[in-house]
Nanobody, 122 residues
């Protein structure tokens, strides 16, 4: 069973930067896509950024140009570099792993981390 462990959240000032990390363990399969979602108080969980194993990326409009997602396939780790942070970026950030390759066989996977809190002060 895949386990995701996030780190790097915390408090930042508006305009500052934080870097989130998420390491996957517990599976020998190659994870297809890994991503970050966030959930602010009283709101639904929304996509922030996602990256495929091949390096293709997709970002929410609100973070384009400020956040960068990357991954290390050998380490099954995904990162989120967050620059020019805004108070509206305050949320719990969740890591997600979706789909896994067992050789040429695609297997179902939808794993979530426990979440890490990011607070941006104005």
């Amino acid at each position: 069973q895949v386990q995701l462990v996030e780190s790097g959240g915390g408090l930042a000032q508006a305009g500052g930067s934080l870097r989130l990390s998420c390491a996957a363990s517990g599976s020998s399969f190659s994870i297809n896509s890994m991503g970050w979602y966030r959930q602010a108080p009283g709101k639904q969980r929304d996509l922030v950024a996602v990256i495929t194993r091949g390096g293709g990326t997709n970002y929410a409009e609100s973070v384009k140009g400020r956040f960068t997602i990357s991954r290390d396939n050998d380490k099954n780790t995904v990162y989120l570099q967050m620059n020019s942070l805004k108070p509206e970026d305050t949320a719990v950030y969740y890591c997600n792993a979706n789909g896994a390759w067992d050789g040429s066989i695609f297997r179902y996977l939808d794993a979530w981390g426990q979440g890490t809190l990011v607070t941006v002060s104005s």
